[in-house]
């Protein structure tokens, strides 16, 4: 007979979990795993909410398991460690991303690429090596392997979690392609969860930044919230053409978006001879790049 969620492990947890695809969130006791030699235990405090988060407790992505308790952008206060920790110390506060496991022996793994690993965990709705089910960030404490927990700077925000996720899918590849020098001009496509996030840092740079987007609903966050230079109604053909025979590095931050980059190509500002981009670096998931202009 199959233990129950409260009873798969010694740790007893509280959480927020979907049942169904309703994607309702609603009161779950279940159990973490015991402290092992090379685990980190802490209290969560602060998790965030990614647009994936809503993918699945919806299955709108066709391969969810109930019941989940999603979250992956998850920040709290080490309450326990392993006897062969030396990354942090109780009392330290952390973070944990999008993954918990790994192989750690194949190509990416050794390359710090362990997103590409055919074994990969995610942190929730994954199996864990035990068989049992992982479960999120939505909840009172995690349990995780140190090489998948992140120290987390004091001076930083524990607001500021969904660094973890929207934060360096769209930092890493700014960074990957050498877009963090002052003076570049860069566009965004989508002012979502990862748009916000590609602004603030390409801002920080010393950007000029353009944003591109369905909604002229965004035009004044964009630019009076997030300090975006210029504003562009992708569906506008002589907005779009004002990109003709610029040099520009476009990011795409928008799934659905992403979905028709295509139009943005040809459509609009890019020849055959443009190259097109995709950033295999940390975080670089849901990130496209390609350079527009000679």
Known sequence: MAKSYENEHPIKAFGWSARDTSGILSPFNFSRRATGEN???????????????????????????YPIVPGHEIVGVVTEVGSKVNKVNIGDNVGVGVLIGSCRTCNSCTNDLEQYCPSAISTYNTMYYDGTTTYGGYS?????????????????????????????????????????????????????????????????????????????????????????NSFLLS?????????????????LASERDRLKYHDYLYRSYIDENKKIKRCPGPGCVNALEFEIGS
């Open 140 to 228: 009172d404490l995690m349990v995780a392997n140190e090489h998948f927990v992140f120290r987390w700077p004091e001076n930083l925000p524990m607001e500021a979690a969904p660094l973890l996720c929207a934060g360096i899918t769209t930092y890493s590849p700014l960074k990957y392609f050498g877009l963090d020098k002052p003076g570049l001009h860069i566009g965004v496509v989508g002012l979502g969860g990862l748009g916000h996030m590609a602004v603030k840092f390409a801002k920080a740079f010393g950007a000029n930044v353009t944003i591109i987007s369905t909604s002229i609903n965004k035009k004044d966050e964009a630019i009076k919230l997030l300090g975006a």
């Open 235 to 251: 569906h506008d053909p002589e907005q779009m053409q004002i990109m003709v025979g610029q040099s520009k590095t476009i990011m």
């Open 39 to 65: 685990d980190v235990q802490f209290k969560v405090l602060y998790c965030g909410i990614c647009h994936s988060d809503l993918h699945k407790i919806k299955n709108e992505w066709g391969n969810s398991k």
